[in-house]
C-alpha cells in the first residue's frame, strides 16, 4: 500500500471511533536529509505511529513526547538540527540523525470533523485519481493567520480556506494552482500588516494507475510487483470468465468487456500508465488505436519493436496517423535496460520504466549524478513527464508520422 493510502487508511480507523491524532507535516529541510517537504506522519493517543518523516530517529522523539509537546498548546513547529558545528560529532544532541541536516515540523492536533481536514482532502484525491494541492501556514507573524491555517484546492478548481485575509488567500489560492500544474511543492512567503506568513504548499499526487490490457499469467506477475508498491491496478479483457476473476482477485478494477469503455475510462485519470499485453494481434490492434485516442501519457506495447509498428502501420491503412506526441509516449519494446531474463526481472524492468517516466527522471545511476538528489525550494513530486527532443522510437515511425509533407503519402 503506497503512503498516502496508509496514513488515509489510519486516519479512517482512527476518526471511526471518535479519536484525534497528532500530524507531523514536513514544512522545510536544509542540507541533506532523507525525508522532504510534505512527508507526513500521524501519531495516536497510544504512541503508535503510521507513515514517515526521517530515517526512524525522528518518529521515536515524537512518539515519545509529541502529545507532551502540544499539551496546552495549538501547532507547534520543531526544529530538529543536526549538522554538526566545528569540533562536534555527527550524532550532536542525541537523536543520532547523521543526515548533517535540520528538519523543521509542525506538529499539531487533528480532531474528527475539522472543517478543513488535510487527510480527508488527501483521500479525496485519491478517490478521484487526480492532484490537489493543501497549502498550510507554519509561520505567521499576522494575529488573524493562525499556525496550521489551510486552504486546500482540486482539481476542478474547488477552494477550501479558514484564512480570513482576502489578500493572502488570493496568493495562496494562484501557488495552489502553480503547484498542480507543475507538481512541484513549493515554501510561499507574503507579507501582511507589517509582518508576514509563511507557508508550503504540497501537491498531493495519488499513486500511478496501472491499466493492464490483458488477462495472461504474465499479466499476473505485473499486478503482483505494482500492488507491492502501492499503485492502483485495473484490468482489462475481452471476456468474462471466471477464472480471470479469481485469478485477479487483488486487483483494484476489473473491466471485461469493450476495450474502447476501459481505454477511455483510463484515459479520465491524469495518473494513468498503459500497458498493451493481450497477446492477440487483433486485439492489442484495437486497444492500441483506442488508447492513442486518449491523452494517457505512457503506452506501453508487449513484444518486439516491429510488431508494433506492423500494429501502427495497419493503424495508418484504415486512416490513423500517428503524431509525434504519439511517438513519445509509445514505449515498445517495454522496460529499462537491466539485463532482464526471467519473467520476474522483465516485469522489474518495465515497472522501473513507467517509474522514470512518471517522475521525469534520467533512470541513471544516482552516484554519476552530481549536486543534490532533491531540491529543498521547488522539489519535483512526480511532475508531469518531459521528453526529450528526438525519441529512439519517434525514428522508427519517421514514414509514419503525420506531417504536412507526408499526410497524403501511403506505406
Known amino acids: 500500500m503506497s503512503e498516502l493510502k496508509t496514513l488515509v487508511a489510519a486516519t479512517r480507523r482512527l476518526e471511526q471511533n471518535g479519536e484525534s491524532f497528532l500530524l507531523a507535516t514536513v514544512v522545510r529541510t536544509h542540507g541533506a536529509s532523507y525525508r522532504h517537504e510534505g512527508a507526513r506522519l500521524i501519531i495516536d493517543r497510544d504512541g503508535r505511529g503510521t507513515g514517515s518523516i526521517s530515517g526512524g530517529c525522528l518518529e521515536a522523539d515524537l512518539q515519545r513526547r509529541g502529545w507532551w509537546r502540544t499539551e496546552g498548546h495549538g501547532p507547534v513547529v520543531l526544529t530538529y538540527d543536526s549538522r554538526p558545528e566545528e569540533g562536534d560529532d555527527e550524532v550532536g544532541w542525541g537523536l543520532g540523525l547523521g543526515c548533517q541536516g535540520a528538519v523543521e515540523l509542525l506538529l499539531e492536533t487533528i480532531a474528527p470533523g475539522m472543517p478543513i481536514h ?17 497549502a498550510t501556514v507554519f509561520r505567521s507573524d499576522c494575529p488573524e493567520v493562525p499556525l496550521g491555517a489551510r486552504l486546500t484546492r482540486d482539481a476542478h478548481g474547488e477552494i477550501l480556506c479558514d484564512i480570513v485575509i482576502p489578500g493572502i488567500r488570493s496568493a495562496l489560492a494562484a501557488v495552489a494552482e502553480k503547484v498542480l500544474s507543475t507538481g512541484r511543492t513549493l515554501c510561499h512567503v507574503h507579507d501582511c500588516h507589517g509582518g508576514s506568513i509563511e507557508a508550503l504548499v504540497d501537491v498531493i499526487v495519488p499513486p500511478p494507475h496501472l491499466w493492464l490490457f490483458g488477462v495472461g499469467p504474465d499479466a499476473v506477475s505485473v499486478l503482483t510487483m505494482a500492488r507491492s508498491i502501492g499503485w492502483t491496478l485495473s484490468i482489462c479483457g475481452r471476456q468474462a470468465r471466471w477464472q480471470t476473476r479469481e485469478r485477479f482477485a487483488s486487483a483494484d478494477h476489473l473491466y471485461l468487456g469493450p476495450i474502447e469503455a476501459a481505454a477511455a475510462a483510463c484515459g479520465a485519470c491524469d495518473q494513468s500508465f498503459a500497458i498493451v499485453m493481450s497477446h492477440d494481434y487483433e486485439q492489442d490492434r484495437g486497444t492500441l488505436r483506442a488508447l492513442l485516442s486518449t491523452p494517457v501519457r505512457y503506452i506501453g506495447v508487449l513484444g518486439p519493436r516491429q510488431r508494433t509498428l506492423r500494429l501502427l502501420a495497419d493503424l495508418k491503412r484504415a486512416g490513423w496517423v500517428p503524431t509525434r506526441a504519439d511517438a513519445h509516449r509509445l514505449h515498445a519494446p517495454i522496460g529499462l535496460d537491466l539485463g532482464a531474463e526471467t519473467s520476474h526481472e522483465i516485469v522489474l524492468a ?12 534520467s533512470a541513471a545511476f544516482l552516484r554519476n549524478r552530481f549536486g543534490r538528489i532533491h531540491s529543498n525550494s521547488a522539489r519535483t513530486q512526480e511532475g508531469p513527464f518531459v521528453p526529450e527532443e528526438s525519441s529512439p522510437f519517434e525514428g522508427d515511425l519517421s514514414c509514419l508520422l503525420a506531417s504536412p509533407a507526408m499526410a497524403d503519402q501511403s506505406l
Open 350 to 361: 518495465v515497472i522501473s520504466e513507467i517509474q522514470a517516466v512518471r517522475a521525469g527522471a
Open 118 to 134: 488535510p487527510l480527508r482532502f488527501i483521500e479525496g484525491c485519491l478517490e478521484k485519481g487526480q492532484r490537489g494541492a493543501i
